[in-house]
């Protein structure tokens, strides 16, 4: 049996997760503010993140634009209790992520930018 494009990004995500331990949670999200795939807690509303997160990304991208710092790479949040990161998946989607307060931000980025890459591949199928 073929896995769907939606589980092959879901299992990327928990891969992510996996080989990242600092990672929480993730999901890929469009720029329209839709969820892709995702492997967020329970706790967690899909919608709202995927909102808040295609809401984000267009800010930054105005911000960006508009103070000359060309386009953007990606978006850091970081709260008393940790990071919210998110980075785009081609010009259609974006990877946000949820890391520990104690995260090692180079290796989270890289793996981020390693499953970017992954995930660009199943969005424009």
């Known amino acids: 049996m073929h896995k769907s494009r939606?589980?092959?990004m879901v299992d990327r995500l928990r891969d992510l997760q996996a080989n990242t331990p600092d990672i929480e949670s993730?999901?890929?999200v469009s720029v329209d503010?839709?969820?892709i795939a995702s492997s967020l807690p329970s706790?967690?509303?899909e919608d709202r993140v995927s909102a808040m997160s295609a809401a984000m990304l267009s800010?930054?991208?105005r911000i960006a634009g508009e103070l000359g710092r060309g386009l953007l790479d990606e978006v850091y949040i970081h709260g008393d209790?940790?990071?919210v990161l998110l980075v785009s998946v081609g010009a259609?989607?974006?990877l946000t992520i949820l890391a520990r307060e104690k995260a090692k931000l180079g290796l989270v980025f890289l793996e981020m930018r390693r499953a970017a890459e992954?995930?660009?591949n199943l969005v424009d199928l």
């Open 6 to 8: 939606i589980d092959l």
């Open 26 to 28: 993730s999901a890929v």
């Open 33 to 35: 503010g839709l969820i």
């Open 43 to 45: 706790g967690i509303e």
């Open 59 to 61: 800010l930054g991208e």
């Open 81 to 83: 209790r940790g990071y």
């Open 92 to 94: 259609d989607a974006v």
């Open 118 to 120: 992954d995930l660009k």
